[in-house]
């Protein structure tokens, strides 16, 4: 899951070298906290957020195919 959100992330920003990803255990599943350069977090988060909401419809779905669940947060 972390190298398909980098894969997503990496197509969006100008700096994908700064992209880290770093997991976590949560009540309900795995939480993908998401960290990135300043310039970029615009980028993700996207106009009235919409880029960032459909990251994670993209990140749950694929979760759910794998019977998981998964959760995708900005670590900014």
Do not use: H
């Amino acid at each position: 899951m972390e190298k398909f959100i980098k894969f997503l992330l990496t197509n969006i920003v100008n700096q994908p070298k700064a992209i880290t990803v770093e997991v976590q255990e949560g009540e309900r599943g795995k939480v993908y906290l998401v960290d990135a350069a300043e310039e970029d977090r615009g980028k993700i988060i996207g106009k009235e957020g919409r880029v960032i909401q459909s990251l994670r419809s993209l990140v749950n779905i694929k979760a759910q195919k794998e019977g998981q669940q998964a959760f995708l947060e900005l670590n900014f």
